[in-house]
């Protein structure tokens, strides 16, 4: 059984502290990473997408990929109130299905002002 | 990013009845889309993969005659629950993939509540 593991939660982090979110996965030939945000009762939003081991970021978002221990994070800098949200963790291990993907169950973040 | 609309965003129907979702990609051809289920405080669980003019491809414990998938043309994809039980209650999104794609793209997803 393929498994995307994270935390539940919830995460509760300080307005303007660096909320730091763990994905873990079994698949090691996994080939692609996705976070999404989803907001209560809304679909999920695409955040960051890491395809090779290392750091990438995108304004106040970093993501960390290390496929040696099969291990994602996500960095959220200056959290703000709207960051508020359940952040879901993906894995796509079909390079010939993109889009095919393994949700893990998402950690909760709650941003206190 | 690319954008794909689902239809209806809410449904309430009555059980023993049909319920028909649409998933439409509106400036990409989805060679690929999907389909997922999620349960309240779940993740998303993927139901089948449709590719575009042929059957899709479920999931196991998913049943094929009872969610009945139609990926036709490139730009939509349908999802029937046919008899439609309260269990059946659930949030079901789509996504959608092209060959130009790496990622997928989600649409607003349904709310579907069987009554």
């Known amino acids: 059984q393929k498994e995307v593991e994270q935390n539940s939660g919830p995460l509760s982090v300080p307005e303007g502290a660096i909320a730091s979110l763990n994905c873990t996965y079994s698949?090691?030939?996994?080939?692609?990473f996705f976070w999404y945000r989803q907001y209560s009762g809304k679909s999920p939003e695409l955040i960051m997408s890491?395809?090779?081991?290392g750091d990438k970021e995108d304004g106040r978002f970093t993501a960390q990929l290390n496929k040696a221990s099969q291990y994602v994070s996500l960095l959220i800098r200056d959290s703000q109130p709207s960051d508020s949200a359940t952040y879901l963790c993906?894995?796509?291990?079909?390079?010939?299905?993109?889009?095919?993907?393994?949700f893990g169950a998402g950690t909760q973040v709650v941003v206190t002002p | 990013g690319a954008v794909v609309s689902q239809h209806p965003s809410r449904v309430i129907c009555k059980s023993g009845t049909s319920v028909k979702i649409e998933c439409r990609s509106l400036?990409?051809?989805?060679?690929?889309m999907f389909w997922y289920r999620q349960f309240p405080k779940q993740s998303l669980m993927l139901m089948a993969t449709?590719?575009?003019?042929?059957?899709?491809?479920?999931e196991q414990g998913v049943e094929k005659d009872k969610f009945l998938i139609n990926h036709a043309s490139l730009t939509l994809s349908t999802l029937t629950v046919t008899s439609a039980h309260p269990e059946d209650s659930s949030f079901y999104i789509c996504?959608?993939?092209?060959?130009?794609?790496?990622?997928?793209?989600f649409g607003q997803g349904t709310r579907l509540t069987v009554v």
């Open positions: 400036d990409f051809q989805a060679t690929t």
């Open positions: 996504s959608a993939s092209g060959t130009l794609n790496t990622e997928a793209f």
């Open positions: 449709s590719n575009e003019g042929s059957k899709a491809t479920y």
């Open positions: 698949d090691r030939g996994s080939q692609s």
């Open positions: 890491i395809y090779s081991n």
């Open positions: 993906a894995v796509n291990g079909h390079p010939d299905s993109w889009g095919k993907l393994q």
